[in-house]
Nanobody, 126 residues
């Protein structure tokens, strides 16, 4: 079993910055697992935010391009999400997901991930 733990959630003002971190307790069977961030706001469906898949390919949701940066440390099985210029619509529970070898088209597809963290809350205020 792989344990996934997120951290870094906080309340920030609109326009501010925040960095989320995710650590997987151990490697999956895949030595370079795909990892991604998803978020869910109250009353809304879970959506893919950013992730890294096969051969280090990154994918971002259109709504965060240019504002968020995702990075992965393969040796430490960690994934970070640097968020800047935060908007009200960025608020929600952010989840980290870990999968196998994930092809680019599926990086933001929650169905391909087998391990999930409990989430970390991001609040954006005025």
């Amino acid at each position: 079993q792989v344990e996934v733990v997120e951290s870094g959630g906080a309340s920030v003002q609109a326009g501010g910055s925040l960095t989320l971190s995710c650590t997987a307790s151990r490697s999956t069977k895949n030595t370079n697992p795909g990892m991604a961030w998803f978020r869910q706001a109250p009353g809304k469906e879970r959506e893919g935010v950013a992730g890294i898949g096969r051969l280090g390919t990154t994918r971002y949701a259109d709504s965060v391009k240019g504002r968020f940066t995702v990075n992965k440390d393969n040796a430490k099985n960690t994934l970070t999400l640097q968020m800047s210029n935060l908007k009200f619509e960025d608020a929600g529970m952010y989840f980290c997901a870990v999968g196998g070898e994930i092809w680019p088209n599926y990086i933001l597809d929650h169905r391909v991930y087998g391990y999930w963290g409990q989430g970390t809350q991001v609040t954006v205020s005025s």
